[in-house]
């Protein structure tokens, strides 16, 4: 007996935790991924109780290539196909670039980009055999832009926004969908650390992770290859797209000076 899942990454908390709750509330069962098994076992046993979906969890580290193989055994023995894949965990490390360790850097990296492409490419390949599946990939509106102090985190969303863009049209035809969401600050703990208020820019209000996580599945049961959540970040994006590329970059300078 096999059972179509929604795998979500980094869903113990933040976006993640409310993009569980969205497919849940509309019927998909779940499997959850994060490194906390408490905060997985507490939120599964929630979504469950809450919504009748099957919420199942697999604790990992997915900044280790081990943890991501485990992952995919795991689904096998316990006979789950992933009918949608929500690539969603990641870091995000503040700081000038030589301020932040290299080990730190790369960990980054690791968990942003490397566990991306590793479950991506397993999990994409078993959707095209079956003519069916859909990937949404969590970047960013830091995907658009170089951003100072968050230098490898940006870098890491352009890859996914470059990676997801890609795919989608690899793909197209073989019943597999590819959307990139690209939410700007968003109220998570991952943008309060150290205890201090969260990141945000200047005129363009944080949004909260209930919103994006709605836009986000309406884009991936859509089939959008990229979606951003909110009128002012959507404006942005926009806006700077049509600069001459030494403006945007002083701009996104300027913005990080006196905002974040």
């Known amino acids: 007996m096999t059972r179509n899942v929604t795998l979500v990454t980094g869903a113990s908390a933040g976006i993640g935790r409310a993009l569980a709750d969205v497919f849940a509330e509309h019927g998909h069962d779940l499997v959850l991924v994060a490194r906390s098994t408490g905060k997985l076992k507490s939120a599964a ?3 469950a109780g809450r919504t009748g979906a099957m919420c199942d969890w697999i604790a990992a580290d997915l900044t280790l290539a081990d943890d991501c193989d485990r992952v995919l055994a795991e689904l096998d023995a316990r006979g789950f196909h992933v009918d949608v894949l929500v690539n969603n965990a990641g870091v995000l490390h503040e700081g000038h670039f030589l ?3 290299a080990d730190r850097h790369v960990q980054l990296v690791d968990l942003n980009v490397l566990s991306v ?3 991506t490419h397993a999990l994409a390949g078993r959707m095209r055999d079956r003519r069916a599946g859909r990937i949404l990939n969590v970047a960013s509106t830091s995907s658009f832009n170089p951003v100072p102090s968050l ?4 870098a ?3 890859f996914l926004l470059s990676f997801s863009e890609s795919l989608s049209l690899e793909l197209e035809g073989e019943g597999v969908t590819v959307t990139a969401l690209c939410p700007g600050f968003t109220n998570t703990d991952m943008i309060a650390q150290g205890g201090r208020a969260p990141m945000r820019l200047p005129v363009i209000p944080n949004l909260e992770p209930r919103e994006v996580a709605e836009s986000g ?6 089939g959008d290859p990229v979606r951003i959540p909110g009128l002012f970040n959507r404006l942005a994006v926009t806006g700077l797209r049509h600069t001459p590329d030494w403006v945007r970059r002083r701009t996104i300078a300027l913005v990080e000076r006196i905002g974040v």
Do not use: P, T
Request: some cysteine; aromatic content about 10%.
């Open 156 to 158: 890491s969303k352009a």
């Open 151 to 154: 230098a490898c985190y940006a």
């Open 99 to 101: 301020d932040v360790s």
């Open 45 to 47: 046993a929630e979504i």
């Open 117 to 119: 492409i590793r479950l």
């Open 217 to 222: 599945y309406a884009a991936c049961m859509k």
